[in-house]
């Protein structure tokens, strides 16, 4: 598989268009996607490999239905395999590229499995829930770790919703909620065309998405695709904290007087400059 290194000016304008672009293969090596898929069952029986905790840790066996699509949010700070491909330059370069970013680094990474019987994700804009961040945008790229089939509950996006209104987020309906595309067409302004794009792709293809954009999943009623995915959400290099409005949880990497990103917890993927974060050369290579 050869990877993809940039984009042609036809995908940014197809990006730019429509709020995402999927790509259909190419985003990881053959030799990651083996390595990544025998990492998600540790990630939820709770072994993890730094000793470090997740930030989020949305699904626990035994605590939550098993009909729930499973989330983990900055698995990377919990195991290498997952931090080399969310944190890799390439991404950040891909991102940059599509946002028309001097440089992007991580927000956070979505650790996602979706097995047989599990129930829809919510549809949601990224950038509604950061404003306790300046700019309060982000760019999402969204890798599949198996080939998707539009039954087996892959991202959905809505075409060109990313024009739409930022709309505050509803909490409450993110998780299986019976009519997944609800607020979405609640958001939609009066005479939009409403078109729902599944991401049907093989493993190690994926898409990426402007932070507006209206996405989703359906339920995966396949009978045997278990879905992964994982997400790496990127933010422009020069992103600060705001002064007053704050998250539950990543405010808490915050420094008193200070409103710069700590590249502990912040790292930049890939600058113009050719500046990255120096300690992410320490993570093993999967390519």
């Not at 984009?7 to 090596?29: A, C, P, W, Y």
């Not at 470090?52 to 009909?67: A, C, S, Y």
């Not at 992007?104 to 404003?131: C, E, M």
Request: aromatic fraction near 10%; include cysteine.
């Amino acid at each position: 598989m050869t990877l993809i290194e940039s984009f042609t000016h036809r995908q940014i304008e197809d990006f730019n268009r429509d709020g995402f672009l999927i790509v259909e293969e190419g985003l990881v090596s053959e030799r990651a996607l083996e390595l990544l898929r025998g990492r998600y069952e540790g990630l939820f029986d709770g072994r993890y490999e730094t000793g470090i905790k997740p930030d989020e840790v949305n699904w626990v066996p035994g605590r939550d239905p098993e009909d729930r699509t499973r989330q983990i949010c900055n698995g990377w700070r919990a195991d290498s395999v997952i931090a080399a491909q969310v944190l890799n330059a390439r991404t950040g370069r891909l991102g940059a590229q599509l946002g028309g970013y001097r440089g992007t680094r991580i927000l956070q990474d979505n650790v996602l499995w979706k097995p047989p019987g599990t129930k829809a994700i919510g549809f949601h804009q990224d950038s509604s829930y950061a404003d306790y961040l300046v700019p309060a945008e982000m760019l999402t790229c969204w890798i599949s770790l198996h080939d998707t089939t539009a039954g087996a509950g892959p991202l959905e996006f809505v075409r060109g919703s990313h024009q739409w209104p930022r709309t505050p987020p509803e909490r409450s309906q993110f998780h299986a909620p019976e009519d997944w595309l609800a607020p979405a067409r609640n958001a939609a302004p009066e005479g939009a065309e409403f078109e729902v794009v599944p991401v049907v792709v093989k493993a190690g293809g994926g898409s990426f998405h402007h932070g507006l954009t209206w996405h989703g999943s359906s339920p995966n009623t396949s009978a045997s695709v278990a879905r992964m995915a994982l997400v790496t959400h990127m933010l422009p290099v020069e992103v600060r904290f705001h002064e007053h409005n704050v998250d539950l949880i990543y405010s808490r990497y915050k420094r008193f007087g200070d409103l710069s990103l700590d590249e502990s917890f912040f790292p930049v993927l890939w600058d113009e400059s050719g500046y990255r974060t120096p300690w992410l050369a320490g993570l093993p290579d999967i390519d």
